[in-house]
């Protein structure tokens, strides 16, 4: 079956201009993720999602960042007035689960903040 | 506070053992993932710990002590595909995923 995708996987952007990151689960994963990966680091854990839930907002960077899940499927993930240190890959999970199931991780769209 | 520790580079031989150790402080525990992650590519999955002890899967095992704080990976015959980061990350169960720095592992010829 089909994998985790994300949209796009490139994007370029000036800074101050707002965007937004796409996320397709597994169909059938409740549990969703979203992470983020400045090059050469490891990964930094953003928010999950729990259904159309995030129960603990507490990891994204700033008040500019914000998710949210629709339909127990795709998420978005919005980054406004970009700032050139949110140039990072943005990695989305899903397992069947929260917490005990292994997370699936798609391919990652590289943002590039100029 | 949170904080996980990884050796940031390990290199091996071909054929041979290698360990790649993770030590974490975590406000919560709940379980502990290894990741492998090639560069350019998403992290996949290699296996979850949750009780003390060894466990085995193929050429990868892995190795958790919930009151040390402490786990490693282990990898057997190593081939040069296997020269990637390995990721450890805590299950913080209920908040939220804490993962290392990763460990980038060269496997030389």
């Known amino acids: 079956g089909a994998g985790v995708s994300q949209s796009p996987s490139n994007k370029v952007t000036e800074k101050g201009k707002d965007v937004e990151l796409r996320c397709d689960p597994i169909?059938?994963?409740?549990?969703l993720y979203w992470y983020r990966q400045r090059l050469g680091q490891g990964l930094e854990f953003l928010i999950y999602?729990?259904?159309?839930?995030?129960?603990?907002k507490s990891g994204l960077p700033s008040d500019r960042f914000s998710a949210e899940r629709t339909g127990e499927s795709v998420s978005t993930l919005t980054i406004q007035r970009t700032q050139q240190e949110d140039s990072a890959v943005y990695l989305c999970?899903?397992?069947?689960?929260?917490?005990?199931?292994?997370?699936?991780f798609g391919p990652g769209t590289r943002l590039t903040v100029l | 506070g949170q904080n996980i520790d990884q050796p940031t580079e390990m290199t091996a031989t071909e054929g041979a053992i290698v360990q790649i150790n993770c030590t974490y402080q975590?406000?919560?525990?709940?379980?502990l993932f290894w990741y492998q992650q090639h560069a350019g590519e998403a992290p996949t999955f290699l296996s979850y710990?949750?009780?003390?002890g060894l466990e085995e899967k193929g050429r990868f095992s892995s190795f958790l002590s919930r009151s040390k704080g402490y786990s490693y990976l282990l990898l057997k015959e190593l081939q040069m595909k296997d020269s990637a980061s390995y990721l450890c990350?805590?299950?913080?169960?209920?908040?939220?995923?804490?993962f290392g720095p990763g460990t980038r592992l060269s496997v030389l010829p």
């Open positions: 975590t406000s919560g525990f709940n379980g």
């Open positions: 169909s059938g994963h409740t549990a």
């Open positions: 999970a899903s397992s069947l689960e929260y917490s005990s199931n292994e997370q699936f």
């Open positions: 999602f729990q259904g159309n839930s995030a129960p603990d």
């Open positions: 990350a805590v299950d913080n169960y209920g908040q939220n995923f804490v």
């Open positions: 710990n949750v009780l003390d």
